[in-house]
């Protein structure tokens, strides 16, 4: 009892850095029906920029851990935000008119061009950092196993739901989120009743790639090691969870996040690890079966 509760602690965990990179392609898709599949190597960035600043701010005498990681933070959100925004604005801005498999194309090659340019300006081996939040608390203590639930483990899950409450409510309650919603539904008729779309559009690319960055960094302080590889894999669990929990619902990110993380943990911890993704796509295939719309997605209405 006592491993499958630390096994349910850490599948939560990585399930909400999941969860995180999710809701970028959750936010993309249900505005503009596009899967922005840079979307995981915008996050890789992001962790390699988290690095690099906290390395930064550390030789620069930032030395109260909590400051360094609030500005890291702070930082890697504003940088990584204006990267998502030049994106949006070069790679796929002037195909959104064109036929749609234009826009996958593009993300695809905007993908590699960030693996590769990460790769060659920092290198291809593995990026480590020493534990930064350390600390925890034993829940559980037995002679056999005890149970533990670190600092930063809770750190990770906290910020998750913090940033899903608050933009779970952007979206329902604000202005922005009232044109967001239009431009969802139908983006000429929102352009008519005076809502800028290149705006909105813009600013939701701005928003995913500020979520990428959190997640990024939330991944550099729980593993200790980054690569220029990451964002695929990573990337590509996150849009499993999207579509697992269904794409253009938040809470369905998180969901489906958690539900990936879960099965991998479990899947490694009593089984073997080699077969975990295949566990975790078997699992999506089969809700696809049942819900083809995901867990809690909406089915799509197309006009005629």
């Given at each position: 009892m ?17 969860g995180?990179i999710a809701?970028g392609?959750?936010?993309v898709y ?9 979307h995981?190597?915008i ?11 906290f390395?930064?701010?550390?030789s620069?005498g930032?030395?109260f851990i909590?400051?360094?990681l609030l ?6 959100m504003?940088l990584i935000?204006?990267?998502g ?8 801005r002037?195909?959104?008119?064109s036929f ?10 905007a993908s590699?061009s960030?693996q ?8 291809a ?5 020493q534990?930064?939040?350390t600390g ?7 002679d ?9 483990q809770i750190?990770?899950?906290?910020t998750t739901m913090l940033l899903m409450?608050?933009?779970t409510?952007l ?6 989120g ?7 539904q139908d983006r000429?008729?929102?352009s008519?009743?005076?809502?800028n779309?290149?705006r909105v ?5 701005i ?6 960055a959190?997640a990024?960094l939330?991944?550099?302080l ?7 590889f990451?964002g695929?894999?990573a990337g590509i669990k ?5 579509v ?5 619902s ?12 879960l ?8 089984f073997?690890?080699e ?9 999506l295939a ?9 867990l809690l997605g909406?089915?799509?209405?197309e006009k005629?």
């Open positions: 006592e491993y499958f509760i630390q096994q349910l602690i850490n599948g939560l965990t990585l399930g909400s850095i999941y995180l809701i392609y959750t936010m249900g505005i503009i029906g596009m899967i922005n599949f840079a995981g190597d996050f890789m960035v992001g962790a390699f920029l988290s690095l690099i600043l390395l930064a701010l550390v620069m930032v030395s909590p400051i360094a500005l890291v933070l702070i930082l890697s504003l935000s204006v990267w925004w030049t994106l949006e604005r070069i790679a796929y002037p195909l959104r008119a749609r498999l234009a826009p996958l194309i593009t993300a695809i090659g590699i960030l590769n340019f990460v790769q060659i300006s920092q290198d081996r593995v990026k480590p950092l534990p930064v939040v925890g608390y034993t829940i559980i203590e037995s056999v196993y005890s149970v533990t639930l670190s600092n930063i750190l990770i899950v906290a409450g608050g933009f409510y979206i329902a309650n604000t202005s922005l009232r044109q967001q919603r239009a431009c969802e000429k008729m929102a008519l009743l005076g809502v779309v290149d559009i813009s600013l939701t690319f928003m995913g790639a500020a979520l990428a959190v990024g939330m991944y550099l729980y593993y200790g090691v980054i690569d220029f990451i695929f894999v996150a849009f499993t969870a999207a697992l929990g269904g794409i253009g938040l809470p369905g990110a998180i969901l489906g996040g958690l539900i990936i993380g099965i991998e943990v479990f899947w490694a911890g009593y073997t690890t077969y975990k993704d295949v566990a975790a796509f078997s699992i089969i809700v696809m079966i049942f819900f083809p719309s995901g909406k089915p799509e209405v005629v």
